[in-house]
């Protein structure tokens, strides 16, 4: 059976977007589910920062007539232009092309319900500074000095994605009368996002946020969707060592575990998932991408 996509579902500790604010107070954003909440990251977030890390947006151009879009034409689609391979819609007149995207993620989603933990923070050293140039009292003209004090709830969690990669739908265009993207450079693409996915790292209200892969599985298959999302579970720092999960593994897929501690029951996950390192299963997944696109 012809392999047509590559998939993968990661455990990874990440914080969350953050959503409407009120005033001074940021809150991150959180879905319902089970009768709880839980805190999120968006796929479009990660997305985003995908393309940006992977240097898949470094051949970006917009244009904005009305609406800012990315840039399309017969010159510049998406067999020669990276940043398209995620998809875009562009209008031109009355004519309007759409492609969707090559690769699709789920949002990250903890595996745990949200705790709030609320943090306080203010601006003392800038004010300070202004009423210090200025003659001003802090204390008595603290409005004067734009000293402000605000708050955000914070979370780091282990969050849980998928992404599945269309591996025949790399490099082409079917908007445009255009020859496909060489099989090298259709490989260099998808492994760019593997390597940006194994060493992802997201900036948050000016933190740096280490997003690697504590746990990850998938591989190669015949199916275009995100196959080990329903069988995945992490329950109070556990991975679910589950029939369903050995059974989709045993389908030429594999698992890795970032070893160190991160899960209660690592001795259970190493016996009945044999996994290889993160470091290892990268490795292997480029070469299976190579050999698929015949490089």
Do not use: W
């Amino acid at each position: 059976m012809s392999k047509k996509a590559l998939t993968l579902t990661v455990v990874a500790n990440m914080t969350s977007n953050y959503g409407e604010g009120s005033g001074n107070i940021s809150s991150v954003q959180k879905v319902f589910k089970n009768g709880k909440s839980y805190a999120t990251r968006s796929r479009e977030s990660l997305k985003n920062a995908i393309m940006v890390q992977s240097g898949m947006y470094d051949d970006l151009q917009t244009s904005v007539d009305k609406a800012t879009q990315k840039l399309v034409s017969n010159e510049i689609n998406a067999t020669n232009c990276r940043a398209l391979e995620g998809g875009y819609m562009n209008t031109k007149g009355k004519t309007t092309n759409i492609r969707k995207s090559s690769f699709y993620l789920t949002d990250a989603i903890a595996c745990d319900n949200f705790v709030n933990e609320t943090r306080f923070h203010n601006n003392l050293h800038l004010a300070s500074n202004f009423a210090e140039n200025n003659n001003l009292n802090l204390q008595a003209d603290a409005g004067k000095c734009g000293l402000m004090p605000y708050q955000y709830e914070y979370d780091k969690t282990m969050k849980m994605y998928s992404l599945t990669i269309d591996l025949e739908m790399i490099g082409k265009d079917d908007n445009f009368e255009a020859e496909e993207a060489s099989p090298k450079e259709k490989a260099d693409r998808v492994i760019a996002i593997l390597d940006t996915v194994e060493m992802l790292n997201l900036v948050v209200k000016g933190n740096l946020d280490n997003a690697e892969p504590l746990f990850v599985v998938g591989g190669l298959i015949n199916r275009k969707t995100h196959y080990f999302e329903n069988v995945v579970k992490v329950k109070e720092d556990k991975i679910l060592v589950t029939e369903d999960l050995k059974d989709r593994i045993k389908n030429g897929c594999s698992a890795a575990l970032l070893d160190g501690g991160n899960f209660k029951n690592e001795d259970e996950i190493k016996s009945g998932l044999t996994p290889v390192s993160v470091t290892k299963f990268f490795v292997e997944l480029r070469k299976e991408v190579n050999t698929y696109y015949g490089v």
